[in-house]
């Protein structure tokens, strides 16, 4: 009988288990070579991500507000929060319930820039939250009407601009923010109501750019010259990107620089506030899924996890994750490597991930792989499509596959 129990598909943001800590093994090998796990494993390593965050809280010249979506899980906030990250960028009223269930003290901050009317009511109501952003004056009104709050009430309203497409492999410029005239007319509209205005943008995911906070910090300092308000908080979003194979971005340091010179380049007043919302950066590290060979044709493997769970990224996005093989007996495994194209297990052609992994070439059904870096935007994109949807979630102790524990991978 298996040691650990299965979990479905469910979203945490839906489950009722918060406190269950999940059962923590020491090495993902261990865990193979006792469970022989026929069902994709999710491995969390909570010391990577607290090391992560602790590593981006002290290096930011301001304050890091956790990007809930791209990993919900209780664990990883829990070792976030033991990283002293103390604030959280949600987007929807199901975070915000979370966040504020598992860390009363927490500032919760709403920074999705079009929300349902009862997603704010609730977030104030219940949860505390006073900090919201908009990117319309339409959004403006809205969250006006359904606080019922303004500057007096200590309302936080936070103005998104929208950034020309840029270099990160996610672009984001296409669905939020305001242009930068009407980002301009937005916050002297915005003023009047908000015991604290900000300004944010966001470059784009796994941007491998320094430079382009820098250049998006100068369009802010344009718009805000242009609104000719004060502004209380500039805001630099996400997109601080990792390492995968074949992708060495420069060291985080490097993007701190830049936002640290163009942030003070803007010369606002003594006080005012600088945040970031890193997702990736903190937690993909310390996330793997080991998945089960369950047939091989020439040089592709069929394995039990793909694009509609945890693999989404490698399927259309074409990421490339890191991967090992993992055969606990039988003959070692040969030492040429070739590389392999992966199929996931649902009947849909589009459940593929042309990689290429490289693996040993005499990999066979039965064998399992860990494949790495998939802490951020994993296993909370799964689905229960075609009935798979059976995943398990166990921490384990050993190191990630890529380790940004080591300092010198980190340093500037
Ligand atoms: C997704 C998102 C983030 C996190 O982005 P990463 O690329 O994972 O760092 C931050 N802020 C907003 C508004 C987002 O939508």
């Known amino acids: 009988m298996s040691l650990l129990r299965s979990r479905t598909a469910v979203s945490p943001l839906r489950r009722r288990d918060l406190g269950d800590a999940a059962r923590v093994m020491p090495t993902v090998d261990a865990l193979v070579a006792v469970e022989r796990p026929e069902e994709p494993m999710h491995c969390l390593r ?39 990250v103390r604030r959280f960028d949600c987007a929807s009223a199901a975070e915000v319930s979370l966040v504020r269930s598992m860390f009363p003290e927490a ?28 990117d319309s004056a339409e959004e403006l009104a809205k969250i006006l009407a ?8 200590g309302l936080g309203l936070v103005v998104r601009l929208a950034l020309p497409k840029g270099e990160a492999v996610y672009d984001l410029s296409g669905k939020f923010g305001a242009q930068p005239a009407e980002a301009a007319a937005l916050l002297r509209a915005t003023r009047p109501h908000a015991a604290r205005l900000g300004v944010s943008f966001h470059v784009g995911s796994q941007c491998l750019e320094p430079l382009a906070w820098r ?6 300092g344009e718009v805000v010259r242009e609104a ?24 985080l340091g490097a993007f701190f620089a830049e936002i640290e010179a163009g942030f003070e380049a803007l010369g606002l007043p ?53 991967v090992r093989l993992i055969r606990p007996d039988g003959p070692a495994p040969s030492p040429v490597l070739r590389e392999f194209a992966l199929f996931g297990p649902t009947c849909d052609s589009a459940d593929r991930m042309r990689g290429p992994f490289p693996l040993p ?19 909370c994109l799964r689905t229960g499509f075609n009935g798979f949807d059976r995943a398990r979630i166990v921490e384990v102790r050993d190191r990630p596959m890529i380790d940004t524990e080591d300092p010198a991978a980190l340093a500037a």
């Open 46 to 84: 909570p010391a990577a991500i607290a090391a992560a965050a602790r590593f981006f809280v002290s290096g930011f010249p301001g304050e890091t507000l956790y990007a809930v979506k791209c990993n919900p899980e209780p664990a990883v906030l829990r070792a976030l929060w033991e990283g002293g």
């Open 270 to 322: 003594e006080g005012t506030a600088l945040w970031a919302e890193p997702g990736r950066a903190l937690v993909a590290a310390g996330g793997s899924v080991v998945v089960q060979v369950q047939g091989r044709r020439d040089g592709a493997l069929y394995v039990n996890d793909g694009v509609y769970g945890a693999l989404s990224d490698a399927g259309l996005p074409g990421f490339v994750f890191p």
């Open 361 to 379: 070439e005499d990999v066979r059904e039965g064998d399992w792989i860990e494949i790495g870096q998939l802490g951020a935007y994993g296993a």
């Open 146 to 153: 359904e606080t019922g709050a303004g500057a007096a009430e």
């Open 215 to 220: 250049r998006a910090l100068a369009l802010v």
């Open 228 to 251: 000719g308000v004060p502004v209380d908080i500039v805001d630099v979003g996400g997109g601080f990107p990792v390492a995968y194979p074949g992708v060495e971005p420069p060291a």
């Open 107 to 134: 500032g919760i901050h709403f920074m999705h820039p079009v929300k349902a009317r009862s997603a704010i009511r609730e977030a104030l109501a219940l949860h505390g939250v006073k900090d919201f952003v908009l």
